[in-house]
């Protein structure tokens, strides 16, 4: 059902549709204003999808979805457990052992990540407006999501077909080349932060090797992805190419990461889940990629542009409430401009706009559940009691409005120490260390001593010291003089305990392909070699 038709039967729905414990606000197209919307939207919302299928779960158990902008419950979604999950295998395996797909032409495969692209760009208000529904992220943020998703996909569309393999010199009459081919059955396994982008980020590298898939998404926030694959049922995808499976983790992700008939894992989230991931992953060797936690360190120098390393220092960590594995959650200013910094970015967090991610002028949404909210007020207690001091917010807050969300002020610690608690461990939130520093050779010191290395950044006017720093610098992926700016077409992925592997970029198609090696004999003929 496309969104005018949605704004339709809402209006026709009356005043009853208020009365629903499921639904949302999406703005209607036609004039500007805002309808609300029921999120029955979803016709499949506690079902899964295997095989080509809608399903009923093995169990009747059903999970809350909550709007963490107000703790109302939006949908009760379909509680997946083992049962599922081999059902999704057994249908994985077959499509990929028996099915048609791996006969497609690398030509035929790409049009179907086109054709996705395209109903994700035909859809993208709903599917932004479900995201910021569940997750509580603003709409500017969910909107932003969705045109990752879109890139995301038409670039490895752009991808399948291209050369990938090569041949080298042997001694006659013996040729060899080298080609990638599809792993198999690929579990992948999504977050709560980037419900659907980090989906993209996976299946369509997946798809496009030729792989089939089972999607997990975070049971906290399912909505975007059950909508997304109701969407691309007009897609003409062999049955067991792309299953969905909610359900948490132990009931629904483990079983995929044990399982001997799973050929790959790939895992974004905390970094002790993926420890047991990859132990799980032991029953066969099965390949692993992990995008894990981060505590990246955003380092600005005296020298830096001020007003750009200001602005950037507090987008960096409160984007997305501060829930993105490469916040930059540590600040490690130079101790020349360290008052002065603290007093700018203290004058720049009292303007964000703390609301409810559905209203146009929310700059900063809700933590995405009680869970993490608890989480995150226990780090700033934590912070306290380690001798660190709140220049600004550290509170619960209470949204004119959304009374009951999960709101938490921004938070901004000074007098930390690098090796306090809040300095080493992922907070996940609005929590942000400033920590000063001498010179170079500290700030690379404090940069790197923390077990995570997935991003950096670091702020100065001279280039010869930015390009020294960001060899220094023990991450994934170092920005210099900006900060969050993902590339679809770069590799993404940690050092130290942020993770194993790569996604993204040419990297994260190969991540999705084994290497085989094919030598030929040119001169076909005896060896004699027990005759002489």
Not at 37 to 55: C, M, P, S
Not at 351 to 357: E, K, L, P
Not at 412 to 430: H, S, T, W, Y
């Amino acid at each position: 059902m496309g969104f005018q038709r949605i704004a339709e039967v809402c209006e026709k729905g009356g005043d009853g549709v208020r009365d629903s414990p499921v639904f949302f606000f999406a703005k209607n197209r036609r004039d500007g204003e805002f309808s609300l919307i029921t999120a029955d939207l979803i016709k499949q919302v506690d079902k899964l999808f295997i095989n080509g299928e809608w399903v009923e779960a093995a169990s009747d158990k059903k999970i809350e979805v909550i709007n963490p902008a107000n703790r109302k419950v939006i949908a009760k979604v379909a509680a997946g457990n083992q049962e599922d999950a081999e059902r999704a295998i057994a249908a994985a395996r077959k499509a990929f052992d028996e099915g048609p797909w791996k006969e497609y032409h690398p030509s035929e495969r790409a049009q179907i990540l086109f054709d996705i692209a395209r109903i994700v760009q035909h859809n993208k208000e709903e599917l932004a407006q479900l995201e910021t529904l569940d997750n509580g992220k603003t709409l500017r943020e969910s909107r932003g999501d969705m045109d990752g998703v879109i890139r995301t996909f038409r670039y490895y569309a752009g991808l399948c077909g291209k050369p990938y393999g090569e041949t080298f010199e042997a001694d006659y009459p013996l040729s060899a080349k080298v080609v990638r081919e599809p792993i198999g059955v690929c579990a992948l396994i999504i977050p709560w932060n980037y419900p659907l982008l980090m989906a993209a980020w996976k299946l369509a590298p997946a798809l496009a090797a030729g792989n089939t898939c089972i999607l997990k998404p975070s049971e906290v926030t399912p909505l975007s992805a059950l909508r997304f694959f109701e969407l691309i049922q007009e897609i003409d995808i062999p049955a067991g190419v792309m299953n969905l499976v909610i359900g948490t983790g132990m009931d629904a992700a483990q079983p995929l990461t044990e399982s001997k008939q799973v050929d790959k894992v790939a895992f974004t989230g905390g970094t002790e889940t993926g420890k047991k991931i990859m132990m799980n992953s032991l029953s066969n060797l099965k390949k692993v990629s992990l995008e894990l936690g981060g505590k990246s360190p955003n380092i600005i120098f005296a020298d830096a542009d001020f007003e750009t390393a200001m602005d950037y220092a507090v987008f960096g960590i409160f984007n997305n409430t501060g829930q993105v594995c490469s916040a930059g959650s540590r600040l490690l200013v130079e101790k020349s401009v360290y008052d002065r910094a603290v007093e700018d970015i203290i004058s720049r967090v009292k303007q964000i706009r703390v609301g409810d991610g559905s209203i146009e002028t929310t700059q900063m949404g809700p933590v995405t559940g009680e869970k993490q909210y608890e989480k995150v007020l226990d780090y700033i207690n934590i912070g306290r009691s380690e001798g660190a001091r709140i220049a600004f917010g550290g509170n619960p807050l209470l949204v004119e409005g959304s009374e009951d969300g999960y709101f938490i002020e921004p938070t901004v610690f000074v007098d930390v120490l690098n090796d306090m608690r809040i300095a080493q461990e992922e907070i996940f939130g609005p929590v942000l260390c400033v920590i000063p520093f001498e010179n170079e050779r500290e700030a690379v010191q404090l940069a790197n001593a923390t077990p995570y290395g997935l991003a950096g950044a670091v702020f100065t006017s001279d280039s010869a010291k930015a390009e020294r720093m960001a060899r220094k610098i023990k991450a994934g992926t170092v920005w210099l003089n900006t900060y969050e700016e993902n590339l679809i077409e770069g590799p993404w992925g940690g050092y130290k305990q942020s993770g194993t592997g790569r996604e993204l970029g040419v990297y994260g198609y190969e991540a999705y392909t084994e290497i085989k090696q094919i030598i030929n004999n040119l001169d076909v003929q005896p060896t004699n070699w027990f005759n002489s």
